[in-house]
């Protein structure tokens, strides 16, 4: 909780700052590159956490890494963490990052699971739909997940919208077992 609170405020800061210094895109770009790597990476995971490495050595292998385009406004942000210890939570920092600066551009996330990868007609239909319904930008991630066995699931913020076969079945069981007319044996 109290890292949360921490990467929320620096990734307000930072938010406000490149916006600021009209820096915002360049630094939206790197952020997500940064959330990304960490995100693959589980060694690069664990060398943000780790209290034996030095945070030199840190701010170090984070510009290896990223030796090709970082702004330098991301790597005076990268210093100051690297100063301050907290450097554990830079993935943390980069993800609340990306969602303030979509909260800002009035981007809205859909995410939709399907059993099979979308067409790009469905794609398109999916947006057109939501687009419709929310103000703004709708940027849709897909995922693929066969355990649904045909039809997807939604989600939206806090909303979900679930059309999938699975749930389907799992209704159909649950009904069957409470069914009151059956007789009981």
Known sequence: MQDTKVAIRYAK???GLSAEKGLL???FQDMSLISSAIGMSHDLQVMLKSPIIAPERKLNALNVIFSNGLNEMTRLFLRLLMK????????LISKHFISQYKELKGITTAQVVSAAALSDEMRKRILEILN???AGTVE???RIDPELVGGFVLNIGDRQLDASIRSK???LRQEF?????????
């Open 132 to 134: 419709k319904e929310i």
């Open 13 to 15: 800061a930072l938010v």
């Open 169 to 171: 079945f799992s209704a």
């Open 25 to 27: 895109e360049q630094v």
């Open 140 to 142: 849709l991630e897909t």
């Open 177 to 185: 077992n409470t069914n009151q007319y059956a007789k009981q044996f």
């Open 84 to 91: 301050n210890g907290r450097e554990d939570a830079l993935g």
